[in-house]
C-alpha cells in the first residue's frame, strides 16, 4: 500500500523522524525559515499531514489549496497561526503540545523577571564594553528585590500556575487575571488572588502575560494600559508578541512610563539588529526561547508525531483543536 505523505516545515530530532519515516513518506522543508507561503501552498496540495511550527501561518488559503490534507500537528502550545475554526470546517484535525512545555516557559518568564529586576544582561553588557569602572560606586548600579513585590500573572492557566509556583517560593504576592477565575483550592495551593483586569494593571509591581493570542487579547498592552501601570512596574512577556503593542511599549520604555520589560516573543520574529528595542538598557530580550531545552523539545517532538499519528488516521490527537 503506498505510504501517506507527511511534510515537515523544520526539522524534529532523529528519533521522531525515524518514527515516521516508518509510516510515512516525508519530506522536510530545509532552507529559509519560515518556509515560503509560495512553497508551502505547493507542497501543501498532495500531503496527508502537516507538522509545522509557530511561524508558519496555516491561513484559509493554504488550507483551500490542501486536497487530502487530513491532520496539522504543530510543534507549539499556542495555535493563533493556524485558522483553526476554517481547519475544523474542512475537517482537518488540529494537534498541539500543551502541558510538555509548561516548566520550562514557566522558567523563562521567572529567569526574566530576575533579570530585567536585578540588571543581570545589562550587567553583562556593560562589562563586555569596558564600562564596570563607570558604575563602581555602591549606588551606581541597583537593582529591585523580588521579595514582598505583588507579581500580577494575567493568565493562570498551565504556564502562569506554574510562574506562580515559582514566585510564592521567592515570597511574593499574586494576583492574577483571567476571564473566569481559578478554584478557591488552586488558589490557595498557589497562594493567588483574583482581581480584575484594572485592579492587576495598577497594583502589581510585575506583569507577567500567559494568556493566548487572541482576537480578544491582540494589542491589548498599549499606552492606555502603561499609563495606569505602576511607574515602578516591569511589563514580562513570555506569551505571544501580538499581545502588546511594541511600538507603545517603546516609548513607555523611553519615556520611563514603565520601568522595564523582558521579553521572549515579539510582534514580528526574528527581530532585526536595528530593531528600536535593542538600544533600550532597561529591557532584557530573548529569542523566543520559552520551551527550548533539550529535554521539553524532545517532548514535544514525541507528541507533535503522536498527534500526527492519530489525526491522520481520522483520530482525535492526545491533545486536539476543537475536536
Ligand atoms: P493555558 O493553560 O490555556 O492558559 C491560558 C490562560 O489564559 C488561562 O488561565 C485562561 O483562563 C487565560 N485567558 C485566556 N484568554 C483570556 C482573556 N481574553 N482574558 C483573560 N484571561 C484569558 O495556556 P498555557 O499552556 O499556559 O500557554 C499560554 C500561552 O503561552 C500559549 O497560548 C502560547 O502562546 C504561549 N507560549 C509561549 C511559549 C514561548 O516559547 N515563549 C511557550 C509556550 C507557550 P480563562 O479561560 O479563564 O480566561
Same mark, same amino acid.
Given at each position: 500500500?503506498?505510504?501517506?505523505?507527511?511534510f515537515?516545515t523544520?526539522? +524534529?530530532?532523529?528519533?521522531? +523522524?525515524?518514527?515516521?519515516?516508518k509510516?510515512?513518506?516525508?519530506e522536510?522543508?530545509?532552507?529559509?525559515?519560515?518556509i515560503?507561503?509560495?512553497?508551502?501552498?505547493?507542497?501543501?496540495?498532495?500531503?496527508?499531514?502537516?507538522i509545522c511550527?509557530?511561524?508558519?501561518?496555516?491561513?484559509?488559503?493554504?488550507?483551500?489549496?490542501?486536497k487530502?490534507?487530513k491532520?496539522?500537528?504543530?510543534?507549539?502550545v499556542?495555535?493563533?497561526?493556524?485558522?483553526?475554526?476554517?481547519a475544523?470546517?474542512k475537517?482537518?484535525?488540529?494537534?498541539?503540545?500543551?502541558e510538555?512545555?509548561?516548566?520550562?516557559?514557566?522558567d523563562?518568564?521567572?529567569? +526574566?523577571m530576575?533579570d530585567?529586576?536585578?540588571?543581570v544582561?545589562?550587567?553583562?553588557?556593560?562589562?563586555?564594553?569596558?564600562?564596570?569602572?563607570q558604575i563602581?560606586?555602591?549606588?551606581?548600579?541597583v537593582?529591585?528585590?523580588?521579595?514582598?513585590?505583588?507579581?500580577?500573572?494575567?493568565?493562570?492557566?498551565?504556564?502562569g500556575?506554574?510562574?506562580?509556583?515559582?514566585?510564592?517560593?521567592?515570597?511574593?504576592?499574586?494576583?492574577?487575571?483571567n476571564?473566569k477565575?481559578?478554584?478557591?483550592?488552586?488558589?490557595?495551593?498557589?497562594?493567588a488572588?483574583?482581581v480584575?483586569?484594572?485592579?492587576m494593571?495598577t497594583?502589581?509591581?510585575?506583569?507577567?502575560?500567559?494568556v493566548?493570542?487572541t482576537?480578544?487579547?491582540?494589542?491589548?498592552?498599549?499606552?492606555?494600559?502603561?499609563k495606569?501601570?505602576?511607574k515602578?512596574?516591569?511589563?514580562i512577556?513570555?506569551?505571544r508578541?501580538?499581545?502588546?503593542n511594541?511600538k507603545?511599549?517603546?516609548?513607555?520604555?523611553?519615556?520611563?512610563i514603565?520601568?522595564?520589560?523582558?521579553?521572549?516573543?515579539?510582534?514580528?520574529?526574528?527581530?532585526?539588529?536595528n530593531?528600536? +528595542?535593542?538600544?533600550?538598557?532597561?529591557?532584557?530580550?530573548?529569542?523566543?526561547?520559552?520551551s527550548?531545552?533539550?529535554e521539553?523539545?524532545?517532548?514535544?517532538?514525541?507528541?507533535?508525531?503522536?498527534?500526527?499519528?492519530?489525526?491522520?488516521?481520522?483520530?482525535s490527537?492526545?491533545?486536539?483543536?476543537?475536536?
Amino acid at each position: 500500500m503506498k505510504k501517506k505523505r507527511v511534510f515537515l516545515t523544520r526539522t +524534529l530530532h532523529d528519533f521522531a +523522524l525515524k518514527e515516521l519515516k516508518k509510516r510515512y513518506q516525508i519530506e522536510i522543508h530545509s532552507g529559509k525559515i519560515p518556509i515560503p507561503k509560495i512553497k508551502l501552498e505547493l507542497k501543501i496540495k498532495n500531503i496527508d499531514g502537516l507538522i509545522c511550527f509557530p511561524y508558519d501561518k496555516i491561513d484559509k488559503e493554504l488550507i483551500d489549496a490542501a486536497k487530502n490534507l487530513k491532520v496539522i500537528s504543530t510543534y507549539s502550545v499556542g495555535f493563533d497561526h493556524i485558522d483553526t475554526q476554517y481547519a475544523k470546517k474542512k475537517k482537518i484535525r488540529v494537534g498541539y503540545t500543551p502541558e510538555v512545555l509548561t516548566d520550562a516557559t514557566a522558567d523563562l518568564a521567572f529567569s +526574566l523577571m530576575i533579570d530585567v529586576l536585578r540588571r543581570v544582561s545589562e550587567g553583562d553588557r556593560i562589562i563586555r564594553h569596558g564600562k564596570w569602572k563607570q558604575i563602581y560606586g555602591a549606588y551606581d548600579y541597583v537593582g529591585t528585590d523580588l521579595q514582598g513585590k505583588t507579581l500580577g500573572i494575567f493568565g493562570l492557566g498551565r504556564i502562569g500556575g506554574t510562574l506562580a509556583k515559582r514566585a510564592k517560593a521567592f515570597d511574593m504576592k499574586i494576583i492574577y487575571h483571567n476571564r473566569k477565575d481559578v478554584s478557591k483550592n488552586k488558589e490557595k495551593i498557589l497562594g493567588a488572588k483574583y482581581v480584575t483586569f484594572e485592579k492587576m494593571i495598577t497594583d502589581s509591581d510585575i506583569i507577567s502575560i500567559h494568556v493566548p493570542h487572541t482576537k480578544e487579547t491582540n494589542q491589548l498592552f498599549d499606552m492606555k494600559i502603561f499609563k495606569k501601570m505602576k511607574k515602578t512596574a516591569f511589563l514580562i512577556n513570555t506569551a505571544r508578541g501580538k499581545i502588546i503593542n511594541e511600538k507603545d511599549l517603546i516609548t513607555a520604555l523611553n519615556k520611563k512610563i514603565i520601568a522595564g520589560a523582558a521579553l521572549d516573543v515579539y510582534e514580528s520574529e526574528p527581530i532585526s539588529k536595528n530593531h528600536p +528595542l535593542i538600544k533600550i538598557q532597561n529591557v532584557v530580550l530573548a529569542p523566543h526561547i520559552g520551551s527550548s531545552t533539550d529535554e521539553t523539545r524532545a517532548k514535544m517532538a514525541e507528541l507533535t508525531v503522536k498527534n500526527l499519528n492519530l489525526g491522520i488516521n481520522g483520530k482525535s490527537p492526545i491533545y486536539s483543536v476543537g475536536y
